[in-house]
């Protein structure tokens, strides 16, 4: 079955410690997509990559970090300048980055403090 | 800048009611996609349909219909005889048509979601 898989589907973070999530697709798509969702919000863009080595940062990348060295895999590492990390982060993929282009969504790892 | 607005925060229906959910947009662009997405309690959005600005049809799918209309840049969505599986939280969502050229630039902006929960 072709999709999209994350993990862990929950994760606790210590205070000052980097985090990393995983997001895996097996679509063979270009473009993969990390988002976040505070209760009550929409989903925010923290970062995208349109091709593997390449990523660009989204409204809110500020204390996060990503690499993209597989086409398959578009990992994220939320640093300890991340202040308020806890919410639910979703990971996408498109066939490429194109406004027409459909983003496929995977179940999301949701993040607390501890 | 791009926006999308909700203004239904929650909705509640009892089962086999029809429902609609508002989305309207600001854009300035001339070509753009509409996109409306499913959140059951699961977390995973599931992607429902997409419709380009120049495509103003409505669109049935089985119990789902859509509503788009440029005039008032409004997208909208309805549940018709809605079940107990409905319930979920709906995004709609609105991209930019700048295709891939390598510059980047590109996002798909969403609403705040509205919630709809289905009563037996």
């Known amino acids: 079955d072709g999709g999209i898989t994350q993990s862990p589907k929950y994760l606790f973070r210590k205070e000052g410690q980097n985090v990393t999530l995983s997001c895996e697709q097996n679509?063979?798509?270009?473009?993969m997509y990390w988002y976040r969702q505070d209760p009550g919000q929409g989903l925010r863009l923290i970062y995208y990559?349109?091709?593997?080595?390449?990523?660009q940062k989204g409204d809110i990348a500020e204390g996060y970090s990503v690499s993209r060295e597989k086409k398959e895999s578009f990992p994220l590492t939320v640093t300890s300048a991340q202040k308020n990390p806890t919410a639910f982060y979703l990971c996408?993929?498109?066939?490429?980055?194109?406004?027409?282009?459909?983003?496929?969504f995977g179940p999301g790892t949701r993040l607390l403090v501890l | 800048a791009q926006k999308v607005t909700q203004a239904q925060t929650e909705i509640s229906v009892v089962e086999k009611e029809d429902v609609t959910l508002d989305c309207v947009y600001e854009?300035?662009?001339?070509?753009?996609?509409l996109f409306w997405y499913k959140q059951p309690p699961s977390g995973e959005l599931v992607f429902l349909i997409r419709?380009?600005?120049?495509?103003?049809q409505n669109e049935i799918s089985g119990r789902y219909s859509w509503n788009f209309q440029k005039s008032t840049s409004s997208f909208n969505f309805t549940i018709t005889a809605s079940q107990v599986v409905d319930s979920a939280v709906y995004f709609c969502?609105?991209?930019?048509?700048?295709?891939?050229?390598?510059?980047?630039?590109?996002?798909?902006?969403f609403g705040k979601g509205t919630k709809l929960s289905v009563i037996p």
């Open positions: 419709r380009n600005s120049f495509d103003e």
């Open positions: 990559s349109q091709i593997v080595n390449d990523f």
């Open positions: 996408a993929s498109s066939i490429r980055q194109a406004a027409s282009e459909t983003q496929y």
């Open positions: 679509l063979n798509h270009d473009a």
């Open positions: 969502a609105l991209s930019e048509a700048r295709d891939y050229s390598g510059a980047g630039s590109y996002q798909l902006t």
């Open positions: 854009t300035r662009d001339t070509t753009y996609y």
